[in-house]
């Protein structure tokens, strides 16, 4: 019999989360922010963000502008902010983002 206190029966393991498959990559790129610019290294991509390897993180809540080297700029969100690794949500009706999924399908 299901616990109430939990969501998922005892028998059974929460679903997966990540509907979506993760690509790694590695491609240079900035997260710029407040006028400053970091070097950053994307190491993974999906639909809907990307995980980027740079030296100082901004923190989670944090908006900025992912350049791709190769294809240019898209706005994002900063989701996940840990030591030299950084999550960010592609944010959706940003300028560019269609465009950005068509070139990610193509060319990585």
């Known amino acids: ?3 109430p206190q939990t969501k998922f029966p005892m028998s ?5 989360m990540r509907r ?6 590695y491609v240079g790129g900035e997260l710029r922010l407040e006028g400053k610019t970091h070097q950053a290294e994307v190491v993974q991509l999906s639909n ?3 995980l980027v390897h740079l030296e100082c993180p ?3 809540g ?4 992912l350049w791709i080297e190769d294809f240019g700029a898209i706005e994002v ?5 840990g030591k030299h690794l950084c999550g960010l949500a592609l944010l959706r009706g940003a300028p560019g983002l269609e465009e950005f999924l068509k070139w990610a399908q193509e060319h990585l």
């Open 1 to 3: 019999m299901p616990n």
């Open 12 to 16: 059974s393991t929460p679903p997966e």
């Open 62 to 65: 944090t908006n900025a502008e």
């Open 48 to 50: 809907s963000g990307a």
């Open 58 to 60: 901004p923190p989670v």
């Open 77 to 81: 969100k900063v989701i996940h902010s």
């Open 20 to 25: 979506e498959w993760r690509y790694p990559v």
